[in-house]
């Protein structure tokens, strides 16, 4: 029988033979720090404005809502049943609201913990080592930290004003490129804001069908639509055997609730549904039942367009007070969605110089630079993000970041 002493021996010579590695290659192998999402880089000094993030506006979230479905949970006959192991594909009635909502089967429906772990569930379960990736360009960067899990070839085709360059695309796909997958945004794009079009996205399955490859469709700011914007029917998204579709409610319902789903080909449910159990077993289960009725309550769609209006009017205070500051020197255009402006500042700067410049009067931004997919630098882009600030600190962002621009420019 092994002792503790036995065992913390035998440890310690092979400590010394070097033969107890402390870390898989995969994670002793993963780069440090390399900017978006990467707190270390940012400084955030009292009372500095952060630009930088993709946190909704918590005053915009259906906070009543959630609170009403949650205390009808806790109160209900099924609440014991909800703290017991469940389904890793989730809770069938909650798999049904979702796929109502989203047109397609129930049993392709995949319940996670969230944006990330969908897209680390779909990198799992369609990529092997070596294998090469289309995404977009500019991306979002931590879709490139999933793929470092695996370890893929990145080939990046730019984006355009209505999405991913399908046309490019098409070229080199006849001149011989074979991807295994595509990543796109195809709603409010972060960072660009564009949004793929009917034609665009029919074009780009027929090339999955075509040419063999699954397209990972991250769809998070769908719901963040502002008031006059209609976004376009993209069927084929939804019946393609070659589409895996990952969403979140972080956007609409709170990051910290940690609630996604994917939608993924009939022919692969069952197999993603047992690497989900592999790695997690089961999202909460009070949770699901809780969103579930969030989902039914008459004022959730009264919610959602409220939230819209709310952030289309900070959109427009950012853009109108950028196009105030900076005049014919910035690049930007009005978003129609989602949480981000992506502007181009015009000039001859150097981009690391103005992010510390800007974090020593007190804002905070992503650099364009995060979101390069592969040589284009997206040199003079700043991603600025209006949902979580107030009018007043978007303004104030703003001259803070036009008064480093300037330090800059005449340094
Ligand atoms: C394009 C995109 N995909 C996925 C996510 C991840 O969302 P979650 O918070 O649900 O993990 C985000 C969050 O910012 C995002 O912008």
């Given at each position: 029988m092994s002792t503790v002493t036995d065992s913390a021996l035998n440890t310690d010579t092979a400590?010394?033979?070097?033969?107890?590695?402390?870390?898989?290659?995969?994670?002793?192998?993963?780069?440090?720090?390399?900017?978006?999402?990467?707190?270390?880089?940012?400084?955030?000094?009292?009372?500095?404005?952060?630009?930088g993030g993709g946190n909704p506006d918590t005053a915009l979230l259906p906070t009543a809502v959630y609170r009403d479905a949650a205390t009808a949970v806790a109160h209900s006959d099924s609440f014991p049943n909800l703290l017991r192991y469940s389904a890793s594909a989730g809770l069938s009635s909650f798999r049904a609201a979702i796929a109502n909502r989203d047109q397609v089967d129930a049993e392709r429906v995949i319940v996670s913990n969230g944006g990330a772990h969908g897209l680390a569930l779909a990198v799992l379960g369609l990529l092997d080592p070596g294998d090469t990736v289309v995404v977009d360009d500019p991306v979002y960067p931590l879709f490139l930290r999933v793929l470092e899990l695996v370890g893929v070839n990145i080939v990046a085709i730019p984006v355009t004003h209505d999405g991913i360059d399908v046309d490019l695309l098409a070229e080199r796909l006849r001149d011989g490129l074979r991807p295994k997958a595509l990543f796109t945004v195809p709603t409010?794009?972060?960072?660009?804001?564009?949004?793929?079009?009917?034609?665009?996205?029919?074009?780009l399955v027929e090339l999955a069908e075509r040419y063999g490859f699954t397209i990972i469709a991250d769809d998070p700011y769908r719901e963040i639509t502002f008031p006059e914007t209609v976004i376009p029917d993209r069927p084929r998204l939804r019946d393609s055997d070659r589409v895996v579709a990952v969403n979140s409610f972080s956007k609409t319902l709170g990051p910290g609730l940690r609630l996604g789903w994917l939608t993924v080909p009939e022919a692969f449910s069952a197999s993603f549904t047992k690497l989900r159990n592999r790695l997690d077993g089961q999202t909460n289960?009070?949770?699901?039942?809780?969103?579930?009725?969030?989902?039914?309550?008459?004022?959730?769609?009264?919610?959602?367009?409220?939230?819209?209006?709310?952030?289309?009017?900070?959109?427009?205070?950012?853009?109108t007070h950028l196009r105030d500051k900076f005049g014919d020197r910035v690049e930007v255009a009005d978003p129609t969605g989602g949480f981000f402006v992506w502007a181009r500042l015009l000039g001859d700067f150097d981009d690391a110089r103005l992010f510390d410049t800007a974090q020593d009067l007190g804002v905070s931004y992503q650099r364009g630079e995060w979101f390069a997919a592969g040589s284009e630098q997206f040199r003079g882009f700043v991603r600025l993000a209006f949902s979580e600030q107030s009018s007043d600190n978007l303004r104030e962002g703003v001259n803070r970041l036009a008064g480093a621009w300037q330090a800059v420019l005449a340094s």
């Amino acid at each position: 029988m092994s002792t503790v002493t036995d065992s913390a021996l035998n440890t310690d010579t092979a400590r010394e033979e070097g033969a107890v590695p402390a870390l898989s290659a995969m994670l002793a192998g993963l780069p440090e720090r390399q900017g978006f999402g990467d707190a270390t880089l940012i400084r955030l000094a009292e009372g500095s404005i952060d630009l930088g993030g993709g946190n909704p506006d918590t005053a915009l979230l259906p906070t009543a809502v959630y609170r009403d479905a949650a205390t009808a949970v806790a109160h209900s006959d099924s609440f014991p049943n909800l703290l017991r192991y469940s389904a890793s594909a989730g809770l069938s009635s909650f798999r049904a609201a979702i796929a109502n909502r989203d047109q397609v089967d129930a049993e392709r429906v995949i319940v996670s913990n969230g944006g990330a772990h969908g897209l680390a569930l779909a990198v799992l379960g369609l990529l092997d080592p070596g294998d090469t990736v289309v995404v977009d360009d500019p991306v979002y960067p931590l879709f490139l930290r999933v793929l470092e899990l695996v370890g893929v070839n990145i080939v990046a085709i730019p984006v355009t004003h209505d999405g991913i360059d399908v046309d490019l695309l098409a070229e080199r796909l006849r001149d011989g490129l074979r991807p295994k997958a595509l990543f796109t945004v195809p709603t409010f794009q972060n960072p660009s804001g564009v949004t793929l079009s009917t034609e665009k996205s029919a074009a780009l399955v027929e090339l999955a069908e075509r040419y063999g490859f699954t397209i990972i469709a991250d769809d998070p700011y769908r719901e963040i639509t502002f008031p006059e914007t209609v976004i376009p029917d993209r069927p084929r998204l939804r019946d393609s055997d070659r589409v895996v579709a990952v969403n979140s409610f972080s956007k609409t319902l709170g990051p910290g609730l940690r609630l996604g789903w994917l939608t993924v080909p009939e022919a692969f449910s069952a197999s993603f549904t047992k690497l989900r159990n592999r790695l997690d077993g089961q999202t909460n289960g009070v949770l699901q039942a809780t969103v579930e009725r969030m989902l039914a309550d008459e004022r959730y769609p009264t919610a959602m367009a409220t939230a819209g209006e709310g952030y289309a009017r900070k959109a427009q205070v950012l853009t109108t007070h950028l196009r105030d500051k900076f005049g014919d020197r910035v690049e930007v255009a009005d978003p129609t969605g989602g949480f981000f402006v992506w502007a181009r500042l015009l000039g001859d700067f150097d981009d690391a110089r103005l992010f510390d410049t800007a974090q020593d009067l007190g804002v905070s931004y992503q650099r364009g630079e995060w979101f390069a997919a592969g040589s284009e630098q997206f040199r003079g882009f700043v991603r600025l993000a209006f949902s979580e600030q107030s009018s007043d600190n978007l303004r104030e962002g703003v001259n803070r970041l036009a008064g480093a621009w300037q330090a800059v420019l005449a340094s």
